[in-house]
T-cell receptor, first 118, second 110 residues
């Protein structure tokens, strides 16, 4: 079974704090992702990484940075937390496979971190 | 235009009925398609993947794909109250990223 874990289920931080969210996967997946999910807005991609030390911006990278020093670990950093970053943060990983002659990137999610910034 | 569209619902069905969830996508080069189930307060869980036109069955779940119409659906037979959740459709266009719909909330009443 694919196992994606996140460092915290619930986190409360104050405005201006630097916040680290960690994600670890144990399936040797190449790709890792950070999303945030808000009611009515669905899943929005913040950043993703397709290899160690490689990163790509997603749809909403502003106010966030990421780090991938090891293949199994992908960290999301909120440089200076703000109240509008209160959200559910979801990490996912994926592996490129060939299915029915099609390249497939099934993503598997961690349990999520509900972050509240006060 | 949203890339992946789903009716937000809620879709209400009685226990034992067939629930039909629909999804349309805009990118014609989309290659693989996924359905995720998300219970309230939990993370999305992959329940079905489909790559070729036609039907794919797995237990009570059937995914249907029509690439010409750019349409994906998920049928849940013999719906149970435990199926009550939000169902997310996701589409992959050949790169590593998935594009997600905003989900359809399904309510199965006993």
């Amino acid at each position: 079974d694919v196992k994606v874990t996140q460092s915290s289920r619930y986190l409360v931080k104050r405005t201006g704090e630097k916040v680290f969210l960690e994600c670890v996967q144990d399936m040797d997946h190449e790709n890792m992702f950070w999303y945030r999910q808000d009611p009515g807005l669905g899943l929005r991609l913040i950043y993703f990484s397709y290899d160690v030390k490689m990163k790509e911006k997603g749809d909403i990278p502003e106010g966030y940075s990421v780090s991938r020093e090891k293949k199994e670990r992908f960290s999301l950093i909120l440089e200076s937390a703000s109240t509008n970053q209160t959200s559910m943060y979801l990490c996912a990983s994926s592996l490129r496979t060939l299915a029915a002659d099609t390249l497939s990137y099934e993503q598997y999610f961690g349990p999520g971190t509900r972050l509240t910034v006060t | 235009q949203k890339e992946v569209e789903q009716n937000s619902g809620p879709l209400s069905v009685p226990e034992g009925a067939i629930a039909s969830l629909n999804c349309t996508y805009s990118d014609r080069v989309s290659q693989s398609f996924f359905w995720y189930r998300q219970y309230s307060g939990k993370s999305p869980e992959l329940i079905m993947s489909i790559y070729s036109n036609g039907d794919k069955e797995d237990g009570r779940f059937t995914a249907q794909l029509n690439k010409a119409s750019q349409y994906v659906s998920l049928l849940i037979r013999d719906s149970q109250p435990s199926d009550s959740a939000t169902y997310l459709c996701a589409v992959n266009t050949g790169f590593q990223k998935l594009v997600f719909g905003t989900g359809t909330r399904l309510l199965v009443s006993p």
